[in-house]
């Protein structure tokens, strides 16, 4: 088959399934460890709705509110992870009824195949670190990508896979945070350091996970992400 007509199937069948965006990223480069010996990371993407992010940023104890109620299983946020998680499976499936081999970093996925670390909350190749190569944003002080596009309001899943594709990869752009520290400023949690990412920084100098309280208000306040749900 060849690898044009493959990439118009393959995008279709993304497409189809309602991804927003869609990269192909060359992971060649990196570490065994990481890229489990696939050369190609196929990134899927979903933005949140404006109409959301303007809730949660009105109610900074929204996700409290959904604790509290039960509810948490009908928010927006949680829905789109969980459908770029199903997509990122069904890909899988797909690229390998094709012939080739491929591996979906969905939750479900990563968990069962020991490839997340529970006791350190880590993946050995974070979505985010695939959105970098793929120049599609930074790491901000939150320790969450921040794209121009749609600030850090966006859900993410990836695809390991051998099949051919022609793949981008970019050095990870440097923060365009500033001077900015609204994110540190409202962290509930006290979790994050106020430090602007850079290659090689250890990620307990960000952010400290095990305080974090998933409020999402570091997501819903940051300049980036206003600019996106604020415009028209």
């Not at 890909?91 to 069962?112: C, H, M, P, T, V």
């Not at 121009?148 to 365009?176: D, H």
Request: with cysteine; glycine share 8%; aromatic share 8%.
């Amino acid at each position: 088959m060849e690898t044009s007509i493959f990439q118009e199937e393959l995008l279709a069948e993304i497409q189809s399934q309602g991804a927003g965006f869609v990269r192909f990223v060359d992971i060649s480069h990196l570490s065994v460890q990481q890229n489990k010996e696939f050369p190609t990371a196929i990134l899927i993407g979903i933005a949140l709705t404006k109409a959301y992010l303007r809730k949660v940023a009105a109610a900074p104890d929204y996700v409290e509110q959904m604790k509290s109620k039960g509810t948490i299983g009908q928010d927006e946020f949680h829905l789109t992870e969980l459908k770029t998680d199903r997509i990122a499976d069904r890909i899988q499936r797909f690229l390998e009824l094709k012939g080739y081999k491929a591996y979906a970093q969905s939750e479900d996925n990563i968990q069962k195949t020991g490839y997340y670390d529970h006791e350190n909350r880590t993946t050995p190749l974070p979505h985010k670190t695939i959105a970098g190569l793929a120049g599609l944003g930074w790491i901000g002080k939150h320790n969450l990508l921040v794209t121009k596009e749609y600030g850090s309001a966006v859900s993410m899943c990836s695809v390991l896979t051998n099949a051919p594709l022609p793949s981008i990869r970019q050095e990870p752009l440097l923060p365009r945070c500033g001077d900015c520290n609204i994110c540190t400023r409202i962290c509930g949690g006290n979790a994050l350091k106020g430090k602007n990412w850079e290659c090689g920084i250890a990620r307990e100098k960000i952010v400290d996970v095990f305080l974090c309280t998933t409020c999402f208000q570091c997501v819903v306040q940051c300049p980036w992400t206003q600019k996106y749900y604020k415009s028209e």
